[in-house]
């Protein structure tokens, strides 16, 4: 029998001081995600108002190490990961299929970033 269940994370790694999050996945795939970028796309209220979709947080591009560094990563339920940053800002929500999407982005650069929309 197969399982019609999306691919989800089975690791994530992000070491203390690291600006990267590496994550593997269910069905074998292994994605890379610049804390820039998920912190410039990050879905929470606060960053994205609540008016429009997710657009890109241009105040990123002036980031201190302390607003790109991860303080901690926590699952939620059986569909997302909360990520709360060293500076204290949290409460996005990234979904696995958001991230598995962030995962592609990873060379873009951030000219690409800011017309980005997510399906």
């Given at each position: 029998?197969?399982?019609?269940?999306?691919?989800?994370?089975?690791?994530?790694?992000?070491?203390?001081?690291?600006?990267?999050?590496?994550i593997?996945?269910?069905?074998?795939?292994?994605?890379?995600?610049?804390?820039?970028?998920l912190?410039?796309?990050?879905?929470?209220?606060?960053?994205?108002?609540?008016?429009?979709?997710?657009?890109?947080?241009?105040?990123?591009?002036?980031a201190?190490?302390?607003?790109?560094?991860?303080?901690?990563?926590?699952?939620?339920?059986?569909?997302?990961?909360?990520?709360?940053?060293a500076?204290?800002?949290?409460?996005?929500?990234?979904?696995?299929?958001?991230?598995?999407?962030?995962?592609?982005?990873?060379?873009?650069?951030?000219?690409?970033?800011?017309?980005?929309?997510?399906?």
């Amino acid at each position: 029998m197969t399982s019609n269940r999306a691919p989800y994370p089975t690791k994530v790694r992000s070491p203390r001081g690291a600006t990267v999050t590496e994550i593997d996945w269910s069905d074998g795939a292994k994605t890379r995600h610049p804390h820039a970028i998920l912190r410039g796309l990050c879905p929470c209220a606060k960053c994205q108002g609540h008016d429009h979709g997710i657009r890109w947080v241009e105040e990123v591009e002036q980031a201190s190490a302390l607003m790109l560094e991860l303080g901690n990563i926590e699952q939620v339920g059986n569909y997302a990961v909360g990520l709360s940053w060293a500076d204290g800002h949290s409460g996005g929500i990234y979904t696995f299929e958001y991230l598995r999407e962030l995962g592609r982005l990873e060379t873009w650069p951030v000219d690409r970033l800011r017309a980005y929309r997510p399906r």
